[in-house]
């Protein structure tokens, strides 16, 4: 089953947005294929559709000079941040073609998470009650690596992660990430101790990590019944994605399934929770 795969570089939220509703419409009328949308952000917070206004911390005329703007999307969860230096996830799927349900899907997407952690060497796991991937997930102050919040709609699926790669992580300071106050928040820059020069947020740290994440993603989507379990346990996982593509501009194959589509940062149009 056909699986596009977008590298869309650096979008405003509301482009984005408004791609994903289109894509969930032709999805749902089949003309286009299932879709993975990869990109990031500039700084913006998301508030879920029932969300707490409480949970943004700093005043809205403060975010406003500070460029940042508020909005509220269809998704479930709390406010959640996103910028620079993060990997945004966005994937256009007809769950019931491929004989899912929501509650697997989500568990599918931690573990593309979990996995594209691993690959950099950072473990990472699911947190039982808190959807994303965590850090120290057991301990007394777990680290959030990953965010996740997905709606669906005539059975396909939008919305859906951000894993903080290089992201500046004192933005996460406007903010209760997603509605929790006793957790921290942290970034495989951090996690792996890289130095500033590379752990600047930056669009080229967001695109290889977005080629991990949907190397992981496409062969958790597959119809494989072993995959199927690995997909669902919630683990930590330190499984390596294949077939990693090392540039963008042309067609590639990930973990040995159908062509990606990969547009550089300029190309393509331009929540979680």
Not at 160 to 165: D, H, R, W, Y
Request: glycine share 12%.
């Amino acid at each position: 089953m056909t699986l596009d795969v977008r590298w869309l570089g650096r979008v405003p939220y509301r482009e984005a947005w408004a791609l994903q509703h289109g894509l969930v419409a032709d999805r749902a009328a089949d003309r286009v294929p299932d879709t993975l949308l990869l990109l990031e952000h500039p700084r913006v917070l998301t508030l879920g559709r029932h969300a707490t206004e409480e949970h943004v911390i700093v005043p809205v005329d403060y975010l406003a000079g500070i460029g940042v703007e508020v909005i509220r999307v269809e998704r479930g969860g709390e406010v959640t941040y996103h910028g620079p230096g993060q990997l945004v996830a966005y994937p256009i799927v007809k769950l019931g073609e491929r004989g899912l349900l929501i509650r697997p899907f989500v568990r599918l997407l931690e573990a593309a998470m979990i996995e594209t952690a691993a690959s950099y060497g950072v473990v990472a796991a699911r947190r039982e009650g808190y959807p994303g991937a965590w850090c120290d997930p057991d301990s007394a102050l777990p680290r959030k690596l990953g965010a996740l919040g997905v709606r669906v709609e005539q059975d396909v699926s939008y919305h859906g992660i951000a894993l903080n790669v290089t992201t500046d992580l004192d933005d996460f300071g406007l903010i209760n990430p997603c509605g929790l106050t006793s957790i921290g928040v942290t970034s495989i820059a951090r996690e792996r101790g890289w130095p500033p020069a590379l752990s600047a947020p930056s669009t080229e740290s967001v695109e290889v990590a977005g080629r991990r994440f949907a190397a992981a993603f496409r062969r958790l989507l597959e119809p494989d019944e072993t995959r199927g379990i690995r997909a669902h346990t919630g683990a930590a996982q330190t499984l390596v994605p294949r077939d990693e593509p090392a540039t963008t501009g042309e067609a590639v194959t990930l973990g040995g399934a159908a062509a990606a589509d990969w547009m550089g940062p300029a190309g393509g149009p331009a929540g979680t929770g």
